[in-house]
């Protein structure tokens, strides 16, 4: 029997299960490697543990999962990998977040800043004072993010007939196009649970119409997230957003690289200036708050601060004969 121990947090309702034992050996003929060379081992060689982890019937779709792995910097406190129900991510603010907390539980790191190695670069976590039971406030200071293309046509099969919007191209530690649900070129639809469906299959066609035209990030960068944003319904914040992560479900959270893509398009359009403090509320009404400071030839550092609570330690039990060991995916 194969066991996985699990710890779940979840970042202003968006859950992370993070595997702190029982996990594969990413590791080359006993070398660890970076986080990234780690990451493409777990991709590789492993992927059935990912799916058995964050698939149901243990996990279910919107869960994020991520599993602690060496880090290549002395002085990080870890190096990180996150995946999901569809396959393995680059960032991720809120699980960064989650992170901070379960090292915590966990006894690895105490209040202060500590630094993570994340497949993209390192994401500087500083952790308050916790509360008697583990959660808390934490602020990323996460990789240096910036718009790549503004203003970016793409056009798609939408309710019959073929719809063309404009939005953003940006960085913020994985790939986002950013539409303004109100401008001339959104869909109009208000922001609110009660739309999840209309959302949801509005923003995968954005993203099919991004693939079938070729357009990405830098590099040939795959945008996986797309991101939709509205009127806030919230005093302290500015925004609202509608994140579509891959995998078709949507994140409960404002999406911590989602939030610094965002600041990257506020910051290049000057409507925020270095060191402004911006609001921004999730589909579900939580909130992150963030700011960031320029970096010299262009693009910037944003720094995001969310709250995360521990929700379950578990022991995960992959039996032999469990047909559905490695999760329902496709081909089990
Ligand atoms: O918070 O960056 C984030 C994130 C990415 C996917 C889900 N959450």
């Known amino acids: 029997m194969h066991r996985i121990k699990v710890i779940d947090s979840h970042t202003e309702g968006e859950p992370t299960r993070i595997i702190v034992d029982g996990g594969p050996d990413l590791s080359t003929h006993g070398v660890p490697g970076t986080v990234a060379q780690q990451r493409e081992v777990f991709r590789t060689r492993f992927d059935h543990i990912r799916s058995a982890v964050v698939n149901e019937p243990r996990g279910c779709d919107h ?13 990080a406190a870890c190096g990180v990998i996150f995946f999901n129900n569809v396959g393995f991510l680059n960032g991720c603010g809120h699980g960064t977040i989650g992170l901070a907390v379960t090292l915590r539980h966990l006894g690895m790191i105490g209040a202060g800043t500590h630094m993570i190695e994340t497949p993209v670069g390192e994401v500087s976590v500083e952790l308050g004072e916790g509360g008697s039971e583990g959660g808390g406030q934490v602020t990323i200071t996460n990789v240096a993010s910036y718009r790549h293309a503004a203003k970016v046509e793409v056009s798609f099969a939408w309710e019959g007939s073929t719809r063309t919007i404009k939005g953003d191209v940006a960085w913020g530690g994985n790939w986002f196009f950013l539409v303004d649900q109100d401008g001339p070129f959104g869909h109009g639809l208000e922001l609110t649970l009660g739309n999840l469906d209309q959302l949801t299959r509005f923003s995968c066609a954005i993203r099919d119409g991004l693939e079938r035209a070729g357009i990405t990030g830098a590099a040939g960068g795959h945008i996986d997230h797309i991101e939709l944003f509205g009127p806030s319904t919230r005093a302290d914040c500015q925004s609202r957003n509608f994140v579509l992560c891959p995998g078709k ?16 398009c506020l910051a290049a359009d000057g409507k925020l200036k270095a060191g402004e403090r911006w609001g921004q509320e999730s589909i579900i ?21 969310g709250r995360a609570y521990i929700s379950a330690e578990s022991m995960l039990h992959l039996a032999e004969e469990d047909p559905f060991r490695h999760g329902i995916r496709d081909g089990t």
């Open 63 to 75: 869960l994020v999962g991520a599993m602690i792995c060496k880090a290549q910097n002395p002085r």
């Open 249 to 264: 479900e949507y994140d409960r959270s404002p999406c911590g690289t989602g939030t610094s893509a965002k600041l990257a």
């Open 285 to 305: 009404g939580s909130a992150f708050f963030g700011s960031y400071r320029q970096v010299p030839g262009g693009g910037i550092i944003p720094s995001i601060s």
